[in-house]
């Protein structure tokens, strides 16, 4: 009798804390930008198709941070009740997490920590303005739980082509940027993998697109949209199948960064 409570006892427990380990040992993404990062894929006049494709399927290994600030199984559209104003699709976030995991199970249970905003400038994302406030709140209380934050995914500029101020200023402003999120995260060294936009709303794409290429940090990587493919009728967002060929190529990016099991 007695051996039997202490062993079904052990089980429960030694249950529990396995569950518990593997939450407390996430590796956590944050994703942040504009409409491409939150992800547009499947939408056509204002409606997603709900397809999902098998890079992007979810996997109880894979959690992403809700709007309500707790962990649940992630799946596309992962950026949905975050980016509120907006029809959410398809994203390169699930394709990242399931590549990444596919690539390197050592990164155990991954926390994604959806925050972009269809629609923003850098301007915006300004240290201590909203955006960038609710941003580190979300990543403040995803570390809070356990794990590490092992990456910073952006995506964004496309609204900075429209000026030629905004254009101009666009590469001291990311790289404050870049500086501020990594300063108030206390992770001086925080691999960030951006994208580079293929092209934007306004006249001053090659200025902002060169502004992304140029910008040079240890351990910031940047991958290209250019000859992603764009979603039809409108051609204004990359297409979901664009979105998994994005999401790997963030993964293969952020791989050749200086990252725990590199
Ligand atoms: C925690 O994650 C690291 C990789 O990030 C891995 O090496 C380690 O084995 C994991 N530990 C547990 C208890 O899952
Ligand atoms: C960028 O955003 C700021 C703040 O909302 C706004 O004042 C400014 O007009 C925006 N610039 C562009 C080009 O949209
Ligand atoms: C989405 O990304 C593609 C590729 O960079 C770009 O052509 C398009 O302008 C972007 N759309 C928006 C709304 O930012």
Same mark, same amino acid.
């Given at each position: @009798? ?32 504009? &409409? ?14 709900g397809?999902?494709?098998?890079? &992007?399927?979810?996997?109880? &290994? ?44 050592? +990164? ?43 990456? +910073? ?5 496309? &609204? ?16 404050? +940027? ?29 200025m ?6 140029r ?18 009728p409108e ?6 199948p ?6 790997? @190529?963030?993964?293969?990016? +952020? ?7 590199s």
């Open positions: @009798m007695i051996p039997f409570f202490i062993s079904y006892t052990y089980l429960i427990l030694s249950t529990t804390v396995h569950i518990a380990n593997a939450a407390a040992n996430k590796s956590i993404f944050i994703l942040s930008g504009q &409409s491409n990062m939150s992800g547009r894929g499947g939408v056509v006049n204002l409606n997603w198709d397809y999902i494709p098998p890079e &992007s399927s979810s996997n109880p &290994s894979i959690l992403r941070l809700n709007a309500k600030l707790s962990w649940e199984v992630a799946a596309e559209p992962l950026h949905r009740n975050i980016d509120v104003a907006k029809v959410c699709g398809v994203g390169p976030g699930m394709a990242f997490a399931n590549s990444l995991l596919k690539k390197d199970l050592r +990164f155990g249970v991954v926390g994604l920590v959806p925050c972009a905003i269809g629609g923003t400038n850098i301007s915006e994302w300004v240290r201590g303005g909203g955006l960038y406030n609710r941003m580190m709140r979300r990543a403040k209380v995803a570390v809070r739980g356990g794990g590490v934050i092992r990456g +910073f995914l952006w995506y964004q500029g496309e &609204s900075d082509t429209v000026n030629v101020e905004d254009a101009e200023a666009y590469k001291s402003r990311l790289h404050r +940027f870049f500086g501020d999120v990594r300063t108030d995260l206390h992770l001086p060294l925080l691999p960030i993998i951006q994208v580079a936009l293929a092209s934007g709303s306004g006249p001053y794409t090659d902002v697109r060169e502004a992304q290429l910008t040079k940090l240890v351990n910031l990587r940047t991958v290209d949209a250019k000859g992603l493919s764009l979603q039809e051609m204004l967002h990359l297409t979901t664009a979105q998994v060929s994005l999401g790997k @190529m963030l993964t293969n990016a +952020f791989l050749q960064t200086c990252h725990p099991h």
